[in-house]
């Protein structure tokens, strides 16, 4: 029976576990993306739609380039009343995005939606397949900590508010893991991909 919808592939998974990299290489594979992280820097960037929102809400967390992201994650962080008040206001703006997305995609057999905080907020409704992205804890650390501006305080709050790698991996329908090298990791997406469409097929 044919589908009215794409095949929708939930992709997720902690800081530096190589998401990024995962979801580009689904996009080698003629799979469309949406992108959350991207769409919410959309949002935020210059004459983005919600930055006159954020400044009322936090003020002196943007400039003439938008939201700056290190002023305003040092303001949600650590209070989860402002985190809330933060999502209540780009959660709804990225469904629509994404519903736009779906719109424009919909004669596709799959499409994949990147969502970092897949389990933690955004639910799992509406996702025909969850891949989690993983990578041994080490492998995170570096990664992580070579990132520009990145501290083991930051990283640690960031941790905390997500998901254990150990949970997310059980409750995914497929783990990709980038501890192996890169080829390893495009030979697992590789698989997937053509193991999915033989199921739709």
Known sequence: MARDKPFIIGLTGSIGMGKSTVAQMFVDEDVPL???DAAVHNLQGPDGALVDAIEALFPGTTNSGGVDRRKLGAVVLHDPAALHRLEQLIHPAVGEMRTAFLEENRDRPMILFDIPLLFEKSGTAGIDHIVVVS???EDQRTRVLARPGMTEERFEQIKALQMPDAEKRKKADS???TSLPEVETRRQVQKLV??????LA
């Open 135 to 137: 990578a041994g804890a």
């Open 175 to 177: 783990v990709i893991d």
């Open 194 to 199: 053509q193991k999915l469409k033989a199921s």
């Open 34 to 36: 949406f992108d959350a």
